[in-house]
Each structure stands twice: as structure tokens, then as C-alpha cells.
């Protein structure tokens, strides 16, 4: 199983999602469940994640 703490390495799949609070980098893993990945990036593409409100902001 992928390690989900480790840095991106080159080659892998994130996506940069960029907000009012900053910037969030998420690391994809579409061996383990490409199903997933392959709906978020349909809907990143899609625009859907465009001005979408979070539910809750906690500071680090």
C-alpha cells in the first residue's frame, strides 16, 4: 500500500486545490483506487470544486 504521509514522488498523481486560506495539495492514488480518482478528477475538470463552500476550517 501507498504511504499517504510520504512527498509526492516525480510521476505521481496530485492535484493543487487553491483557497481563501491557502493552498491544499493532495496526493492521488489511482493504483489503489482508481474509481475514485477517476470521479474527483472528472469533477475538478468539470469545474464542480469551483467556489465550493467547506464545511469547516481548522488553522494547523
Known sequence: ???Q???PAK???IAIM???RGTI???LFPNECPKTVE???THAKNGYYEGI???RV???
Open 1 to 3: 500500500m501507498a504511504s
Open 5 to 7: 504521509l510520504s512527498m
Open 11 to 13: 510521476g505521481d498523481m
Open 18 to 20: 487553491k483557497t481563501n
Open 25 to 27: 495539495k493532495f496526493k
Open 39 to 41: 470521479n474527483f478528477t
Open 53 to 55: 463552500i467547506f464545511h
Open 58 to 60: 481548522i488553522n494547523n
